[in-house]
């Protein structure tokens, strides 16, 4: 896969401009996989990045997960949430499809580390991971997408077969040029610390599964 370096520029993105700013090819227990990251300029120390299988072949239908950043569970293996296993699941099936994974800075639904670890302590102290975003006078959910059309505009993918639960991804891609041709699920078995918080997603915020 060529680096490019060209400035990839969206007004109607609310303005994102990034580049590739590095990659390499990185083996993984799922396979190769080229990491790209994308940031306003190389001293960014926090980019997005894209985790593209040395298969994908651009311009062809790719399966494809938006993945928010989550420290707690992606790195530390957390219970509280299925973000890890959300992460190993996408990357299994990514790998075996020759897709992409886009892995989005927005710790926390777009908090941040420290107002989760904050939301933690309020939801220990019986709220909601909703109620505890709106005691601590934050957005439920700030996660924006726009830097991952770009992206994807970027890896030249114009149809997907998207894997996720959540609408407001697929609303979001139906809002640019991607094509969403299907949407795959991501259905993880809940766990006794963390299914009043999957619960609350099915039944508060929407999300595509039914578990309970």
Known sequence: ME?????????SMSEHRISRQAQALI??????????AYAE????WMPHLALVHEDFEPGK???????????????????????G???HYALKHIAEAGGML??????????????????????DQGLNTIDANIHLGLEVDGRQYGIAVAMLQDLEVSQLHLLTNNPEKLNALDQSNIEVLTRVP????????????LKTKQEDMGHLFDLF
């Open 85 to 87: 296993e959300q992460l």
């Open 41 to 44: 300029s190389e001293e960014e």
């Open 3 to 11: 680096l490019k370096a060209e400035i990839i520029t969206r007004p």
């Open 27 to 36: 083996p993984t227990p799922w396979g190769n996989f080229h990491m790209l």
């Open 102 to 123: 886009l892995y989005l800075r927005q710790e926390g639904r777009g908090i941040g580390i420290i107002n989760k670890l904050k939301a933690y302590q309020l939801q």
């Open 186 to 197: 991501i259905v993880i078995p809940p766990k006794a610390e963390n299914a009043d918080y």
């Open 61 to 83: 239908p790719t399966l494809v997960r938006l993945h928010s950043e989550c420290i707690t569970g992606d790195l530390f293996g957390s219970k509280r949430c299925d973000c």
